[in-house]
């Protein structure tokens, strides 16, 4: 099982930054892709950004390019999704999850619990 633990959420004016932080523990063998997703209050969690570890690949929500980009530190377990140029439509809740590839939401197995990112126009 790995545990993911995330930060680096909060309140941003439009045209600001924020840096999450995703922190991986235990069996961290099966976290071959850490992915970011998002989601809001009645809508449907959506896929923001994946690296795969072995391969260093990495995918980007169309929305998100350009402005988001995603890194990882093996040495420290720990994936960053860095957000620059936010938009208030970028405003959810933020999980990183493990899996052992890049896919949609639902092929992977392992959450955080979320951090908050709101984005004021």
């Known amino acids: 099982e790995v545990q993911l633990v995330e930060s680096g959420g909060g309140l941003v004016q439009a045209g600001g930054s924020l840096r999450l932080s995703c922190v991986a523990s235990g069996s961290t063998l099966d976290a071959d892709a850490i992915g970011w997703f998002r989601q809001v209050p009645g809508k449907e969690r959506e896929g923001v950004s994946c690296?795969?570890?072995?391969?260093?690949?990495?995918y980007y929500l169309d929305s998100v390019k350009g402005r988001f980009t995603i890194s990882s530190d093996n040495a420290k377990n720990a994936v960053y999704l860095q957000m620059n140029n936010l938009k208030p439509e970028d405003t959810a809740v933020y999980y990183c999850?493990?899996?052992?590839?890049?896919?949609?939401?639902?092929?992977?197995?392992?959450w955080g619990q979320g951090t908050q990112v709101t984005v004021s126009s």
């Open positions: 999850a493990a899996n052992t590839y890049c896919s949609g939401p639902s092929s992977f197995d392992f």
């Open positions: 690296i795969s570890s072995s391969d260093g690949r990495t």
